[in-house]
């Protein structure tokens, strides 16, 4: 087939604009062939769950679905009864970004706490579940925070560890929306389990997707008694895949070895790269860079003419009085070239706008 797109063409809108690794693509081929047992019943599907347990504990039980959307979905049906509500960052994708699937799919209202960079302050839980603790308002069940956060941030052992001590005191659960997990767990240094399960939270929306898979992700839940109706979730949310073997195949290869650690330190490393960059191009960074995306300040017009030519997200409109707010993302494959090309550019236009002021 004649590629019906340009793949010379580079940008930093996102990571799901990125292909797949060839070490996933390469594990879809090997999937291929012959005939295994549909919908879950196949040797991908069980050898990933075991490559699970081996990441995130030896009790946890998984659910292999097709989008980050549906896994959230799937995963916060699970941990809430009907009658309650889940807390988020007033950043979060599923509140934002998800076209109000949870509610839309779960019936289950989304109610936003503040914060700082994208990150949740454990002295703001409390108050929250106590105001929701009458019989006018959906009680909190779950907490769902993001990892590494929709602003770039990643939580610290020590804070996700008082978020889920808080929210355990209160009887609330813990969900991680994992999207960029690997990213935040290579920034910490440590495993995808200890930045979660063995921190206590209850059940993870593990991203392959954004991370060099190409539709691959998976609920994974700490201990089955927290979710026991996750398995029958699946289907009527429209997350369960027939031919199961290619999304676990491609789960299998990111996560039965070490290729999660390669494509995320590769794609953190171009973000940490990108940031001197531009700093150094006279662009102010405007949040910590702490995985792969990199949050800058730029005049409007520079903006619109330098995504026109390196594609990215403008992120806030009404930032400051002289500039918007972008988003530039960096994936597993982004190169030197790629970042110090974008530098450049917005260098360049940087350099026309000073002329015409």
């Given at each position: 087939?004649?590629?019906?797109?340009?793949p010379?063409?580079?940008?930093?809108a996102?990571?799901?604009?990125a292909?797949?690794?060839?070490?996933?693509?390469?594990?879809?081929?090997?999937?291929?062939?012959?005939?295994?047992a549909?919908?879950?019943?196949?040797?991908?599907?069980?050898a990933?769950?075991?490559s699970?347990?081996?990441?995130?504990?030896?009790?946890?039980?998984?659910?292999?679905v097709?989008?980050?959307?549906?896994?959230?979905v799937?995963?916060?049906?699970?941990?809430?009864?009907?009658?309650?509500?889940?807390?988020?960052?007033?950043?979060a994708?599923?509140?934002?970004?998800?076209?109000?699937?949870?509610e839309?799919v779960?019936?289950?209202k989304?109610?936003?706490?503040?914060?700082?960079?994208?990150?949740v302050?454990p002295?703001?839980v409390?108050?929250?579940?106590r105001?929701?603790?009458?019989?006018?308002?959906?009680?909190?069940?779950?907490?769902t925070?993001?990892?590494?956060?929709e602003?770039?941030?990643?939580?610290s052992?020590?804070?996700?560890?008082?978020?889920?001590?808080?929210?355990?005191?209160?009887?609330v659960?813990?969900?991680v929306?994992?999207?960029?997990?690997?990213?935040a767990?290579v920034?910490?240094?440590?495993?995808?389990?200890?930045?979660?399960?063995?921190?206590?939270?209850?059940a993870?929306?593990?991203?392959?997707?954004?991370?060099?898979?190409?539709?691959?992700?998976?609920?994974?839940?700490?201990?089955?008694?927290v979710?026991?109706?996750?398995a029958?979730?699946?289907?009527?949310?429209?997350?369960?895949?027939?031919?199961?073997r290619?999304?676990?195949?491609q789960?299998?290869a990111?996560f039965?070895?070490?290729?999660?650690?390669?494509?995320a330190?590769?794609?953190?490393a171009?973000?940490?790269?990108?940031a001197?960059?531009?700093?150094?191009?006279g662009?102010?960074?405007?949040?910590p860079?702490?995985?792969?995306?990199?949050?800058?300040?730029?005049?409007?017009?520079?903006a619109a003419r330098a995504?026109?030519r390196v594609?990215f997200?403008?992120?806030?409109?009404?930032?400051?009085?002289?500039?918007?707010?972008?988003?530039?993302?960096?994936?597993?494959?982004?190169?030197?070239?790629?970042v110090?090309g974008?530098?450049?550019?917005?260098a360049?236009?940087?350099?026309?706008?000073?002329?015409?002021?």
């Open positions: 087939m004649i590629p019906l797109h340009d010379t063409v580079r940008g930093f996102s990571d799901n604009a292909g797949m690794h060839p070490e996933v693509l390469a594990a879809l081929g090997s999937a291929n062939g012959g005939h295994v549909s919908y879950g019943g196949d040797p991908y599907t069980a990933l769950r075991e699970l347990r081996g990441h995130f504990g030896p009790d946890v039980v998984s659910a292999v097709l989008t980050g959307t549906g896994a959230n799937t995963a916060l049906q699970a941990l809430t009864s009907r009658w309650e509500s889940v807390l988020s960052s007033d950043q994708h599923v509140l934002h970004d998800e076209a109000g699937g949870l839309h779960g019936g289950t989304v109610t936003a706490l503040p914060t700082r960079d994208g990150l302050d002295g703001d409390e108050p929250a579940v105001s929701a603790d009458n019989p006018m308002r959906a009680p909190v069940g779950v907490l925070l993001t990892q590494s956060s602003l770039g941030t990643a939580y052992l020590e804070h996700l560890r008082d978020l889920v001590r808080v929210c355990h005191g209160l009887g659960k813990v969900h929306d994992g999207a960029r997990l690997s990213n767990a920034s910490l240094g440590v495993g995808l389990g200890e930045t979660t399960t063995a921190l206590g939270v209850d993870v929306s593990l991203g392959g997707t954004k991370n060099g898979g190409g539709f691959a992700e998976v609920v994974v839940v700490r201990d089955p008694s979710a026991p109706g996750l029958r979730l699946v289907k009527p949310s429209m997350q369960q895949s027939s031919k199961t290619f999304v676990s195949a789960l299998l990111l039965g070895g070490d290729l999660w650690q390669r494509t330190s590769a794609a953190n171009a973000a940490a790269r990108l001197g960059a531009v700093t150094a191009a662009v102010r960074v405007t949040r860079v702490q995985a792969n995306a990199v949050f800058a300040e730029l005049p409007p017009a520079v995504a026109a594609p997200h403008v992120w806030d409109t009404a930032y400051s009085a002289t500039g918007v707010e972008v988003r530039l993302v960096t994936s597993f494959d982004t190169t030197d070239d790629d110090d974008l530098a450049a550019v917005l360049e236009e940087l350099a026309r706008e000073a002329v015409r002021a």
